[in-house]
């Protein structure tokens, strides 16, 4: 009866093309968009410029400058004058500026209006090259960045699509939950559902029956979004393959339960599509699909550990960026997915009606 | 016997929709569920093919306890919904492949019930055509090949020809002649009398999640129908009406009160008129099963009275 269903559900998907653009198509724009706005991490071959002025001859603006150009991820934008830096600064041009005046202190031209999660990095890194520019002697190294014993070494050049594409892949990843639950409403208006009960089949298989074949439907999106990421965008899977698939095996049990949970409240097709589209959107949002947790203030970030999507994240990231993670150490996205899967199955079950 | 309710009945919170139904269903027999909307009817079928969970009482199929033994009882059984349970996007036999496989029909087996049920609704022609694209009639007929795709001993058509041109409703007549021609037993429900009178053998008339008459036509008739009679009044028609109600089951239609008396004509008629009306007309209408309907339940089956 399963592998009827199957065959069945797919097929039905197969003919329904709004079904397959918001399931492949949707999310692969959401991952060129994304990716396209965050340009964090080196992203190779577009360094982000600094506008800079100094006066012709000035040896503190040519150290700063020559320091400029040697820092990964930064290159001098030499401008005509200081009024010029402030300009392209002020109307986005360029995230931040530098103005070297004689006699005077440095001047980092840059919104302080800004958020300090946003601005803060900026700030920091170019105070540190400026300061290394202008120390009067050169000093050995006094500081050298390590991750402590346990937490594996990232990857060297973190693009964005590392993030965007785990990112949207969890968000449209658990819009399947929706899908489930638009086909059990869709069934119970048409009558199918009546006819289902009235044959020789067990409740659960009737129930088993409807969310094995979007499980796999799921896991194919899923495939289809990290394969994209990894043939188009260049995304790296620093870990293991496997605790990639285990953590996609379990985002997607997780959203099996949640769409029986969507389907045990009943309704309509209607009243599911207006519905379920907002608590997945603000699940989504709350746990970092769209902007990561990172930037979030601490008590966001926490907050987010209440949906199953900041735990699918956190896993993701591990295995994209971390060499060498193993499902080992991703053992805590694991559990709490299942976990998650485990209640929103069981709250579904506990509230499905067969017979309305 | 095919089917037996014992005790069936329904209730959804304080509501009773259905009582406490007995009935037995002869095997090879067409038997008619007859009653308005809202009578029942779809209840006390859902409930027999195991889609709602009764309240009391029991189902037996072909001598299998639907609780005791459900997957025994449901292989036995067909049911047609009166929605269309369908897929639409999917072709003819696609839809039926997949109600087949239900049945555990499989490879062989179920391409050749697929074909035949195919063939009896005659829709053998159109079998790789979306359902979207098939007429209300053909998709009528669609519901009645998925119930029958594994040809159950017993075919539940819960009323199947609503919304179809007639053309589409011979149609659906003659399957179900074919089918008990073939043996199989079918309960049909259906809130038209005369397609319970063309086709059916026996007719049990639901009314307010009861059962009233139990029967052949024949019986029903005889049993309900003879005393039945319109009279057309003039005066105070509403006056007249109150003062017969004593006599006899009563019904009003504008000038017209259609009657059966309860003991003889002479006190209804002496009632009526002590009441200030006169009688201008009076009508014997000949005995058939809607006169028998209205003498039962004191309404015509289309008044949505239920």
Request: aromatic residues 6%; positive net charge; charged residues 20%.
């Given at each position: 009866?399963?592998?009827?269903t199957i065959?069945k559900d797919v097929w039905l998907l197969l003919r329904d093309r709004g079904r397959l653009l918001s399931l492949f198509a949707l999310p692969v724009v959401f991952i060129v968009v994304f990716g396209s706005m965050f340009?964090?991490?080196?992203?190779?071959?577009?360094?982000?410029?600094?506008?800079?002025?100094?006066?012709?001859?000035?040896?503190?603006?040519?150290?700063?400058?020559?320091?400029?150009?040697?820092?990964?991820?930064?290159?001098?934008?030499?401008?005509?004058?200081?009024?010029?830096?402030?300009?392209?600064?002020?109307?986005?041009?360029?995230?931040?500026?530098?103005?070297?005046?004689?006699?005077?202190?440095?001047?980092?031209?840059?919104?302080?209006?800004?958020?300090?999660?946003?601005?803060?990095?900026?700030?920091?890194?170019?105070?540190?090259?400026?300061?290394?520019?202008?120390?009067?002697?050169?000093?050995?190294?006094?500081?050298?960045?390590?991750?402590?014993?346990?937490?594996?070494?990232?990857?060297?050049?973190?693009?964005s699509f590392q993030v965007t594409v785990p990112g949207n892949a969890v968000l449209f990843g658990f819009f399947i939950a929706l899908t489930v639950a638009m086909s059990f409403a869709h069934e119970r208006s048409?009558?199918?559902?009546?006819?289902?009960?009235?044959?020789?089949?067990?409740?659960?298989?009737?129930l088993l029956g409807k969310l094995v074949p979007y499980l796999l439907i799921g896991l194919v999106q899923l495939a289809f979004l990290f394969g994209l990421g990894a043939?188009l965008f260049?995304m790296?899977?620093?870990?293991?393959?496997?605790?990639l698939v285990a953590l996609t095996v379990a985002v997607e049990l997780c959203a099996m339960g949640l769409g029986l949970l969507f389907a045990s409240f009943g309704g309509s097709e209607r009243q599911i599509g207006s519905m379920a589209p907002l608590v997945l959107l603000v699940m989504g949002l709350v746990g970092g699909c769209m902007f990561p947790r990172?930037?979030?203030?601490?008590?966001?970030?926490?907050a987010g550990l209440v949906v199953p999507h900041s735990w699918a994240l956190d896993g993701y990231y591990?295995v994209l960026?971390?060499?060498?993670?193993?499902?080992?150490?991703?053992?805590?996205s694991l559990?709490a997915l299942c976990a998650f899967a485990v209640g929103f199955g069981l709250l579904g079950v506990?509230r499905f009606?067969?017979?309305? | 016997?095919?089917?037996?309710?014992?005790?069936?009945?329904?209730?959804?919170?304080?509501?009773?929709?259905?009582?406490?139904?007995?009935?037995?269903?002869?095997?090879?027999?067409?038997?008619?569920?007859?009653?308005?909307?809202?009578?029942?009817?779809?209840?006390?079928?859902?409930?027999?093919?195991?889609?709602?969970?009764?309240?009391?009482?029991?189902?037996?199929?072909?001598?299998?306890?639907?609780?005791?033994?459900?997957?025994?009882?449901?292989?036995?059984?067909?049911?047609?919904?009166?929605?269309?349970?369908?897929?639409?996007d999917?072709?003819?036999?696609?839809?039926?492949?997949?109600?087949?496989?239900?049945?555990?029909?499989?490879?062989?087996?179920?391409?050749?019930?697929?074909?035949?049920?195919?063939?009896?609704?005659?829709?053998?022609?159109?079998?790789?055509?979306?359902?979207?694209?098939?007429?209300?009639?053909?998709?009528?007929?669609?519901?009645?090949?998925?119930?029958?795709?594994?040809?159950?001993?017993?075919?539940?058509?819960?009323?199947?020809?609503?919304?179809?041109?007639?053309?589409?409703?011979?149609?659906?007549?003659?399957?179900?002649?074919?089918?008990?021609?073939?043996?199989?037993?079918?309960?049909?429900?259906?809130?038209?009398?005369?397609?319970?009178?063309?086709?059916?053998?026996?007719?049990?008339?639901?009314?307010?999640?009861?059962?009233?008459?139990?029967?052949?036509?024949?019986?029903?008739?005889?049993?309900?129908?003879?005393?039945?009679?319109?009279?057309?009044?003039?005066?105070?028609?509403?006056?007249?009406?109150?003062?017969?109600?004593?006599?006899?089951?009563?019904?009003?239609?504008?000038?017209?009160?259609?009657?059966?008396?309860?003991?003889?004509?002479?006190?209804?008629?002496?009632?009526?008129?002590?009441?200030?009306?006169?009688?201008?007309?009076?009508?014997?209408?000949?005995?058939?099963?809607?006169?028998?309907?209205?003498?039962?339940?004191?309404?015509?089956?289309?008044?949505?009275?239920?």
């Amino acid at each position: 009866m399963i592998g009827a269903t199957i065959v069945k559900d797919v097929w039905l998907l197969l003919r329904d093309r709004g079904r397959l653009l918001s399931l492949f198509a949707l999310p692969v724009v959401f991952i060129v968009v994304f990716g396209s706005m965050f340009k964090f991490g080196p992203d190779r071959g577009t360094p982000r410029p600094i506008a800079i002025w100094h006066a012709t001859g000035d040896s503190r603006g040519e150290a700063i400058e020559r320091a400029l150009a040697s820092t990964p991820g930064f290159t001098p934008q030499p401008l005509a004058s200081a009024g010029a830096v402030r300009s392209a600064v002020a109307h986005d041009e360029v995230g931040a500026g530098l103005v070297i005046e004689e006699g005077k202190v440095v001047e980092l031209v840059i919104d302080l209006g800004a958020p300090v999660q946003v601005r803060g990095p900026l700030q920091g890194a170019l105070t540190g090259v400026v300061m290394r520019a202008l120390a009067p002697v050169q000093l050995p190294p006094m500081i050298e960045p390590r991750s402590p014993p346990g937490i594996a070494k990232p990857i060297d050049d973190i693009t964005s699509f590392q993030v965007t594409v785990p990112g949207n892949a969890v968000l449209f990843g658990f819009f399947i939950a929706l899908t489930v639950a638009m086909s059990f409403a869709h069934e119970r208006s048409t009558g199918t559902w009546r006819r289902l009960l009235a044959a020789p089949v067990p409740r659960w298989q009737a129930l088993l029956g409807k969310l094995v074949p979007y499980l796999l439907i799921g896991l194919v999106q899923l495939a289809f979004l990290f394969g994209l990421g990894a043939l188009l965008f260049g995304m790296k899977i620093a870990g293991s393959v496997w605790a990639l698939v285990a953590l996609t095996v379990a985002v997607e049990l997780c959203a099996m339960g949640l769409g029986l949970l969507f389907a045990s409240f009943g309704g309509s097709e209607r009243q599911i599509g207006s519905m379920a589209p907002l608590v997945l959107l603000v699940m989504g949002l709350v746990g970092g699909c769209m902007f990561p947790r990172l930037v979030m203030p601490a008590f966001m970030q926490k907050a987010g550990l209440v949906v199953p999507h900041s735990w699918a994240l956190d896993g993701y990231y591990a295995v994209l960026v971390r060499e060498g993670t193993t499902i080992a150490d991703i053992a805590p996205s694991l559990v709490a997915l299942c976990a998650f899967a485990v209640g929103f199955g069981l709250l579904g079950v506990l509230r499905f009606r067969f017979e309305r | 016997m095919m089917l037996a309710l014992r005790g069936l009945g329904k209730d959804y919170g304080e509501r009773v929709a259905v009582k406490a139904i007995d009935l037995d269903v002869e095997r090879g027999e067409i038997f008619g569920l007859l009653g308005p909307n809202g009578a029942g009817k779809t209840t006390t079928i859902s409930m027999a093919c195991g889609v709602v969970t009764p309240s009391r009482g029991s189902v037996s199929i072909d001598g299998h306890d639907l609780a005791r033994a459900p997957f025994a009882a449901k292989a036995k059984l067909g049911l047609v919904p009166q929605d269309l349970a369908l897929f639409d996007d999917l072709d003819a036999r696609q839809n039926l492949r997949y109600f087949g496989a239900l049945y555990k029909l499989r490879g062989k087996a179920l391409a050749e019930r697929v074909a035949w049920a195919l063939g009896v609704v005659g829709l053998a022609d159109r079998a790789r055509e979306p359902v979207k694209k098939f007429s209300g009639g053909m998709k009528r007929r669609l519901n009645i090949a998925a119930g029958l795709v594994h040809e159950p001993a017993l075919l539940v058509l819960d009323e199947p020809t609503v919304g179809v041109d007639p053309q589409s409703r011979n149609h659906i007549f003659e399957t179900v002649r074919a089918l008990k021609q073939r043996g199989m037993t079918i309960v049909y429900t259906s809130h038209y009398m005369e397609e319970v009178e063309a086709l059916c053998d026996r007719i049990a008339i639901l009314d307010h999640g009861s059962l009233i008459a139990l029967g052949t036509i024949g019986e029903l008739v005889q049993r309900h129908a003879s005393k039945a009679m319109t009279l057309e009044l003039a005066g105070d028609v509403e006056r007249a009406a109150r003062a017969a109600e004593a006599h006899a089951s009563v019904v009003r239609e504008g000038v017209l009160l259609r009657v059966e008396p309860k003991a003889g004509l002479a006190p209804l008629i002496a009632a009526i008129e002590g009441s200030g009306a006169t009688i201008a007309r009076i009508e014997s209408r000949q005995a058939n099963l809607e006169t028998a309907f209205l003498a039962l339940t004191g309404h015509a089956l289309r008044d949505g009275a239920a």
